[in-house]
Nanobody
């Protein structure tokens, strides 16, 4: 299983970015996928996750600003991030859970300047 994240970058406060995570080597549609983030010196935290039938969960800190979605035909997970704040600066990781297996992407740096 491989998860390839892309779309990170540098943006000003209030700006937007979209992260993508392409999955290969797995039955994409039958799993839960999510985005986590980890800032320097902090623990990795859940940002959002989406189940195989579309159930959603968001961290309170991103509700109303971030939207997670998936395209099962393209085996791709997305995170649309709007109204970004400096506190959103982190390395973002995509995650996939299927059965007893859990997989992580390599991380995408998101930096929000004030």
């Amino acid at each position: 299983v491989q998860l390839q994240a892309s779309g990170g970058g540098l943006v000003q406060t209030g700006g937007s970015l979209r992260l993508s995570c392409a999955a290969s080597g797995i039955m994409f549609s039958i799993n839960t996928m999510g985005w986590y983030r980890q800032a320097p010196g902090k623990q990795r935290e859940l940002v959002a996750h989406i189940g195989s039938v579309g159930s959603l969960k968001y961290a309170d800190s991103v509700k109303g600003r971030f939207t997670i979605s998936r395209d099962n035909a393209k085996n791709t997970l997305y995170l649309q991030m709007n109204s970004l704040k400096p506190a959103d600066t982190s390395v973002y990781y995509c995650n996939l859970v299927q059965g007893n297996g859990e997989y992580w992407g390599q991380g995408a740096q998101v930096t929000v300047s004030s």
